[in-house]
């Protein structure tokens, strides 16, 4: 189906976050001023593309369409802050 799963979240480290995800690699990342900024992000993105999320996780199940958009929207909200 040409889908893959990535994670969308905040994290503390991203190294560190990565390792506990085991063989992956970063995408995209944004820094905010405060940790309330950046929760407020990730909760609307997780809002935006629900529909492709598998329930009760930060995992999304994207195609690579459905993944630049992802990606749109997370530039446009660090271009925000």
Do not use: W
């Not at 195609?63 to 929207?73: A, G, M, P, R």
């Amino acid at each position: 189906s040409g889908k893959k799963y990535y994670k969308i979240g905040k994290a503390v480290s991203v190294p560190k976050r990565i390792k506990q995800f085991g063989p992956c690699k970063l995408i995209a990342s944004n820094t905010y001023p405060s940790a309330r900024d950046a929760f407020r992000a990730e909760t609307e993105l997780h809002k935006m593309f629900e529909c492709y999320r598998k329930p009760d996780t930060e995992i999304f199940l994207l195609d690579l369409s459905q993944l630049f958009k992802v990606i749109n929207e997370f530039k446009a909200k660090a271009l925000l802050h």
